[in-house]
């Protein structure tokens, strides 16, 4: 089928390409023209602006806009200008579901259908395909079927869930209509926020192997600094990347993400360079309010949130004021950076 | 080469079958004589007690454990009676690592070696083998080399790490030498904790799909009971055991264990009858107290842990504390069991 | 001075009889006529709706609502078609500091000004005055200022923080202008967002010393179950009422909320007739969301609130997956409720 | 009556002043002649060493240890070794109680009693009393009791707890005989894991408030960077000393860790010169151990102990670690530090 394609970067482009090799006819546009034209050589069909793109479908027409969720808002709004009722709008982006809401009512006064596609994949996408959560009307998602059907990464070589049988349904196939507009992208931002929380196990978990020699590095200490409780436990040297890689052979916890995790770990043994100032995106912080919203415990998937927080210091003025606690009650000073740890040094103090 | 097997429960039968399709004698012994017949039947060479298993071994031996972790103890010391300097003593089971490390001291006074040989894999490991992670002298690694790489999975159709090219090295194979007695084990406990951090992370972000329709449910309320703060969010029905299954293609987070979740809401979509009491085997435990012990933040795995306790009820007296103290403060009382939520029922006391 | 009370629940009651006590006159308010009546008695004047209420007010008014934050934003409006510009509406309840940004900026068209004044104090505030946190423009602000000192539980004789002298300042007093309008109520959702992670901490430690004896029950296990790892150190009884007494003494955690802990325990020394089932009021779902949003980690905070969420049994569905995974992986069946303890409890599976 | 006290220290000496004032006779030792020549001038008997306090002591003897609690096991011994059956020890220091039930079985053999008492109240102590949770057999505590009694703050000016009349018990004038050996320490432990988690709940709270302006700051951000959510609704610029302080006065909250938080702010608004590097002396850590071993969840507690680790760089490796992934699946690059924050920058990439 055509499929109008608005946003050229990384996975807008790829999604492109991987559509154009299933015989699906794109028209593209960027902001850029050299993204543009870059396509247009591989077969897409370019297009100057919206308007020109709506000339080069035929309607009912079908826009997927693979942009920076900042601008979503403002370009759902230009091109639903240079469409027609009953055209579809697909944001393929990370937006809020809570705007695809209000996005989706709002053209639904003008008889345009809006359709979220929630899309993991990262940099692989290209060859394995993005899965895909989709919100919005039934009509529309069974139009737009065939192009979702191109995206995601098929049944491929997993293996099939047992109790399953005869086709494949959509969901086998990596592409799923979750419900009305919205719904898309809140099952994407559910699937992040379980991905921050699958993230964090691993790197906590590797961050104990790593420290498993603590008692070796505990006997340097200066005779002030009392031992470790058992030291003796806490004498080995464990090579965190070779583990990472072990891991993923035959383990419970075999998962790509651990995959990642070893590919990073034999590319960089030491992780040098890295400040581990940790970003977040925004659907981690999303699926904790809507945990809090819903009344769902989720202290794993806030954890994790909290804990990029921290690595970027949005814990400092709390940690200044724990220490300032300390020196009121105790008067303990705070040892200077990089010194050693003070767990086991025990003044009679009392707290 | 020749090993001697204790223990022919699922795993332990399982592993010797493993063993002698690969070509390798299995000596075998369990408590339960048909255990014995069963394997014998299959090929193995039975024995009557470990005096018996030792005579049917060529020195230097190698005797693997695969009992229940609270008799490991006493079958040790057991074994090692019938044994001799220079043979070997591999415990598979789920023991902890500091009874590993006593255990090693212990049994090189009598010149025994001790290997722990940590194993993930469940069930499914006659077909896919086992994720294999070893503590012990070198010596003794290397003399039963064969026998892990027997048990491993092997390299598969699992694919590569991006920058490791010529033979397969033991990490790729599925096993791995990680240290001295007691840091197979270690290592073991980490990936466990890990594992109940991403079980978590998963059971939490379908909790919440799960109660993606807080909204609806809302509306029911009684009009005592104020509503969700933006109920219009809270609208989708999201199918859980489809999203699973969508999840397993192409997402960030598809692994091992989503692929049983997959599995277990296709075999029973609902759950019924599932009570929710999360048992743990110990060593999510182990690996928070080695968090702290070390003094690596573990908030992740931790809250994982915690989970499963107060799944269990064991969060109750801590429940009741804070119901009294709302009492005292705010004569507020306990909503009776099975009422709604109480959250937007917002009373003019102060709190 | 004059101020208009409407809604004469407990709180709004006690606040009018405070003010009385202190010279102030209130006309008052209330949909149920004999909680205006019993008050009028008391010397207040009583009023049969806004209009009445402001026609007995002196220009430019203050009125104070003390009611269900569920209808506050109703009232509002109401009470506003009843005043002019100049007069002053003052929301002395629970309300999401975001309605007061909102209805603040809606009020300020008509030139009324709103101020919210976040109140913490419960059942006790009578006797003992409640502490106010106040947001709204400063000339409100200064006008409204003697009602809210006789409000405030005043300097009484707690003892002076180290380094303040001379007079008084509000903040000392009980009262404070935290900024423009929805500050107030910003500042009281971050007191109980605080007031849920110490309610946490005391419930939690106490729930430790209560388990205390683990290592006795421990004995009493059936032989299937393997024991704690040091039963030898869980030997204690430990009589939690009479520890809640002893730390209100001289203790680093004597707080008030400690009083109302030992009150508790004096009154029900085994908390008979509590189900656990802990309700929150909104406050503490906005402070973890408002962490969220400005980045700042909260874990402690937000596990609070997870703890109470999970006390209702909103953990269900979560635990009902897990217990799934766990019969995927390895086939371990739930215990039935009421069983023993698990941990201990480590068969030779492998997870 | 008579005590030996070991280590004069401050808290050793404040004890020895308090008792003295109140008629005790004090023989006094410390390896620091100054300190034992101090206490002399205020009256305390001096001894040279354990022999001679042993000698100037008439039997029964009760002898308190107030040091480092490193030092504690082999003062214990040397103690143990000039005192006679009948006689007691008492460990005043902060040992882990899991020593105490050691060394009271090892005295018991001797025939000396082995008395833990856990003491809270800081550099106030002299003034204010201390806090003592005592374990140890019965005839022991009863000997000691007027020494206790002498030490603890006595029932002062708190409100009794409702229900509670007559005579004070000894929980009411601050002390508490809480179990055998061992148990004293153990409410100890408790007490401070609590502490933790009480003084976490503020310092988070404060930080959420000290970032209430983080819509005002957002923007000012660099146009690549997306807004807030909802930008108007952070505006606020809190006086957080002058909250701490309002606090105080009749609030839910108040409590002597609010009040030395309101003074550390009086005394540094800024908190100028701390690095926020929050040390912890070990009974957070057997705290969250304990939980762990009795399954009880104590995610409050434990995230408090976390922070503290992760203040300190502990959490380094792991937040590397999650650095590394991101780079893996999305090409998602480590903003510099001092950056803003990227909350709000989504680009078009999935994760």
Redesign the interface.
């Known amino acids: 089928m055509q499929l109008g394609m608005v946003?050229l970067?990384?996975?807008?482009a790829n999604i492109v390409r991987r559509l154009m090799r299933d015989g699906h006819e794109c028209v593209v546009y960027d902001v850029n023209p050299d993204a543009v034209s870059t396509l247009a050589d591989e077969g897409a069909v370019a297009s100057t602006d919206f308007a020109d793109m709506a000339a080069k479908l035929e309607a009912p027409r079908a826009v997927w806009l693979?942009?920076?969720?900042?601008l979503t808002g403002a370009v759902v709004d230009e091109v639903a200008e240079a469409l027609e009722p009953g055209d579809i709008i697909i944001d393929?982006?990370?937006s809020?579901?809570?705007d695809d809401?209000r996005r989706a009512a709002k053209l639904k006064d003008r008889g345009i259908h809006y359709v979220d596609a929630g899309?993991?994949?990262?940099?692989?996408?290209l060859e394995?395909?993005?899965?895909l959560?989709v919100g919005g009307p039934d009509e529309a998602f069974a139009r737009i079927e065939p192009v979702l059907r191109t995206i995601?990464?098929?049944?491929?070589d997993?293996?099939r869930?047992?109790?399953?049988s005869g086709d494949h349904?959509p969901?086998?196939?990596?592409?799923?209509h979750?419900?009305?507009s919205?719904?898309g992208h809140?099952?994407k931002m559910?699937?992040?926020?379980?991905?921050?929380?699958?993230?964090?196990?691993?790197?906590?978990?590797?961050?104990?192997?790593?420290?498993?020699d603590?008692g070796v590095r505990e006997a340097e200490h200066s005779a002030e600094i009392?031992p470790?409780?058992?030291p003796?436990?806490?004498?080995?040297?464990?090579?965190t990347p070779?583990?990472a890689?072990?891991?993923?052979?035959?383990?419970?916890?075999?998962?790509?993400?651990?995959?990642?995790?070893?590919?990073?770990?034999?590319?960089?043994h030491t992780?040098d360079g890295?400040?581990?100032?940790?970003?977040?995106?925004?659907?981690g912080?999303w699926?904790?309010?809507?945990?809090?919203?819903?009344?769902?415990?989720?202290?794993?998937?806030?954890?994790?949130?909290?804990?990029?927080?921290?690595?970027?210091g949005?814990?400092?003025?709390?940690?200044?004021?724990?220490?300032?606690?300390?020196?009121?009650?105790?008067?303990?000073k705070?040892?200077?950076?990089g010194d050693v740890?003070?767990?086991?040094?025990?003044?009679?103090?009392?707290?």
Not at 316 to 322: F, S
């Open positions: 946003g970067g990384r996975m807008g693979m942009i920076p969720a900042g393929g982006g990370n809020n579901y809570k809401v899309t993991s994949g990262g940099v692989f996408g394995r395909g993005y899965c959560m995601a990464p098929g049944a491929g997993i293996d869930t047992p109790g399953r349904a969901e086998e196939l990596g592409y799923l979750c419900g009305p919205g719904s809140f099952v559910v699937h992040n926020g379980i991905e921050y929380g699958i993230m964090a196990a691993l790197a906590e978990g590797l961050n104990i192997l790593a420290n498993a603590a009392a470790l409780e058992e003796e436990f806490y004498q080995f040297d464990i090579d070779k583990v890689e072990l891991w993923r052979r035959g383990s419970v916890i075999s998962s790509w993400l651990l995959d990642l995790t070893a590919a990073a770990l034999e590319e960089n992780l890295l400040a581990g100032r940790v970003s977040d995106s925004g659907e912080r699926t904790v309010k809507a945990a809090v919203d819903v009344g769902v415990p989720a202290p794993v998937l806030a954890s994790a949130l909290f804990e990029r927080f921290a690595s970027r949005e814990d400092h003025y709390a940690n200044q004021l724990l220490s300032a606690m300390r020196l009121q009650f105790g008067g303990h705070e040892l200077p950076a740890l003070e767990a086991g040094s025990r003044k009679a103090d009392s707290e």
